[in-house]
């Protein structure tokens, strides 16, 4: 008898610290986080303290947790309401809103204090802006009121590049405003083709996604252009800026010819489910690669290979 009232404590301890972990939405944190490493590497110029990257991926880690915990507790009424959301643990039950709030308090104070201690005060201070940002702009004001709230709101999901760039420079230059600038572009066509698909739940809470507001026909225009805006902007890291060279070039050219396609597509079946799907997977396929892209072109072994191929096609071309 007492092994199973141990048994089913240890089971009970264990569905309690899974439902905390399921409220900081873990499965969107990992594509917050490669952008944060593709900024320190490029900051970096390839050659990344293995200590400070741990660091900065950490606190990162938890101040988007922080952050989704927060939007978690605001969002509990229409999360109910969603199918999607309905068995999230504050809706079903299994966390109270008090408790969750107390959860992100602390991850957001450990958070702070490990980005101070190990990285620098701007680092600390541009990833509890994030937090603040996401929580007070987007999911207060934003999310149920206007159709610009994905775009407006894009720029909480761009500060972890920031966040990697500040942990290793300590500032803010160029390059990382551009990396900024190809997160937050990215973000309106990424979450309007998942809006297509699911606008059934968004209209059923009354959020005024665009699909809703305008039609399908409009947003996926809009998706359009953002894809071409975002693939150029991607480009500035090679020119002017030349923080970044011709095997990130090649990728993000690459990448980029692929994701416009793939919006092309969809700009001539607006209609059409399949196609928004794959357009909306594709786009996480594609900032982790092109976040990839950044890393591989800065390492020092990368410019050591180009310059090798470089110097034999003179070897031979002098022959």
Same mark, same amino acid.
Not at 67 to 79: E, G, K, L
């Given at each position: *008898?007492?092994?199973?009232?141990v048994s089913?404590?240890?089971e009970? @301890? @264990?569905? %309690?610290i899974?439902?905390?972990?399921?409220?900081?939405?873990?499965r969107i944190?990992p594509l917050?986080l490669?952008?944060t =490493? /593709?900024? *320190?590497?490029i900051?970096?110029?390839g050659? #990344?303290d293995l200590?400070l990257?741990l #660091?900065? *991926?950490t606190?990162?880690?938890l101040?988007?947790?922080?952050a989704?915990?927060?939007?978690?507790i605001?969002?509990?009424d229409?999360?109910y309401?969603m199918?999607?959301?309905?068995?999230?643990p504050?809706?079903s039950?299994?966390?109270?809103?008090?408790?969750?709030?107390v959860?992100?308090?602390?991850?957001a104070?450990?958070?702070?204090?490990?980005l101070? %201690?190990f990285?620098?005060l701007?680092?600390a201070?541009?990833a509890? =802006?994030?937090i603040?940002?996401?929580?007070? %702009?987007?999911?207060?004001w934003l999310k149920r009121?206007?159709?610009?709230n994905?775009?407006?709101g894009g720029a909480?999901?761009?500060?972890?590049?920031?966040v990697?760039?500040?942990?290793?420079?300590g500032?803010?230059n160029?390059?990382?405003?551009?990396?900024?600038?190809s997160?937050?572009?990215?973000?309106?066509?990424?979450?309007w083709?998942l809006?297509?698909?699911?606008r059934?739940?968004?209209?059923?809470v009354?959020?005024?996604?665009l699909p809703l507001v305008v039609g399908?026909p409009?947003?996926?225009?809009?998706?359009w252009?953002?894809t071409?805006?975002?693939v150029?902007?991607?480009l500035l890291?090679?020119y002017p800026l030349?923080d970044s060279?011709?095997v990130?070039f090649?990728?993000?050219s690459?990448? /980029?010819?692929?994701?416009?396609h793939k =919006?092309?597509r969809?700009?001539?079946n607006?209609?059409?489910r399949?196609?928004?799907?794959?357009?909306f997977?594709y786009s996480i396929?594609? *900032?982790?690669?092109l976040c990839l892209?950044?890393? %591989?072109d800065?390492?020092?072994i990368t410019?050591h290979?180009?310059?090798?191929?470089?110097?034999?096609?003179?070897?031979?071309?002098?022959?």
């Amino acid at each position: *008898m007492i092994e199973t009232n141990v048994s089913r404590h240890h089971e009970t @301890f @264990f569905q %309690v610290i899974q439902s905390y972990y399921q409220l900081t939405k873990p499965r969107i944190i990992p594509l917050l986080l490669i952008t944060t =490493a /593709g900024s *320190m590497w490029i900051a970096a110029k390839g050659q #990344v303290d293995l200590v400070l990257l741990l #660091v900065t *991926m950490t606190g990162g880690t938890l101040a988007a947790a922080s952050a989704q915990v927060i939007n978690c507790i605001y969002d509990r009424d229409i999360d109910y309401e969603m199918e999607r959301t309905r068995h999230r643990p504050i809706p079903s039950g299994k966390i109270q809103p008090k408790g969750a709030l107390v959860f992100a308090i602390a991850l957001a104070i450990i958070s702070f204090t490990l980005l101070t %201690v190990f990285a620098n005060l701007l680092a600390a201070l541009l990833a509890f =802006a994030g937090i603040v940002y996401y929580v007070v %702009v987007y999911t207060h004001w934003l999310k149920r009121h206007t159709t610009q709230n994905i775009v407006i709101g894009g720029a909480a999901g761009a500060i972890p590049a920031l966040v990697g760039w500040a942990a290793v420079t300590g500032t803010l230059n160029w390059g990382a405003w551009v990396i900024f600038a190809s997160v937050f572009l990215w973000t309106p066509p990424h979450f309007w083709a998942l809006a297509l698909m699911i606008r059934d739940d968004y209209a059923k809470v009354g959020i005024p996604m665009l699909p809703l507001v305008v039609g399908d026909p409009a947003t996926v225009k809009q998706i359009w252009w953002y894809t071409l805006v975002t693939v150029a902007t991607t480009l500035l890291l090679v020119y002017p800026l030349h923080d970044s060279g011709i095997v990130y070039f090649a990728i993000a050219s690459t990448l /980029g010819a692929v994701f416009i396609h793939k =919006a092309w597509r969809l700009l001539q079946n607006p209609e059409d489910r399949t196609i928004a799907r794959q357009l909306f997977l594709y786009s996480i396929s594609y *900032m982790m690669l092109l976040c990839l892209g950044m890393v %591989v072109d800065s390492l020092p072994i990368t410019h050591h290979l180009i310059n090798a191929a470089i110097a034999q096609l003179h070897l031979i071309s002098s022959i």
